[in-house]
């Protein structure tokens, strides 16, 4: 099993930014894809962005391409979302994932954590 528990998240004004922390255990970190997916009120979970195991690969969609970025300290077991010049648009529980070949659906991946809350005022 791998425990993820999210942190971070909380209420910002648009434009304004929050970084988003997914700590890890029970599991070689490493060698798994992390990833942030949001669900905002009455949608369905979205896929927000992913990082390979070592780091170098990363994929974000297109709503928030240019303002988020994803990053991991594996020796830390940790991932991160960097999250810029927010919107209000951008409210939703987000929410890390782990698989060792998890991808774009949240189908694709085993190990979830409890979600932390994200609010963007106008």
């Known amino acids: 099993q791998m425990r993820l528990v999210e942190s971070g998240g909380g209420l910002v004004q648009a434009g304004g930014s929050l970084r988003l922390s997914c700590a890890a255990s029970?599991?070689?970190?490493?060698?798994?894809?992390m990833a942030w997916f949001r669900q905002a009120p009455g949608k369905e979970r979205e896929f927000v962005t992913r990082i390979s195991g070592s780091g170098g690969v990363a994929y974000v969609a297109d709503s928030v391409k240019g303002r988020f970025t994803i990053s991991r300290d594996n020796a830390k077991n940790t991932v991160y979302l960097q999250m810029n010049s927010l919107k209000p648009e951008d409210t939703a529980v987000y929410y890390c994932?782990?698989?060792?070949?998890?991808?774009?659906?949240?189908?694709?991946?085993?190990?979830w954590g409890q979600g932390t809350q994200v609010t963007v005022s106008s």
């Open positions: 994932a782990a698989d060792p070949v998890g991808k774009f659906s949240q189908n694709e991946y085993s190990y």
């Open positions: 029970g599991r070689t970190f490493s060698m798994y894809t």
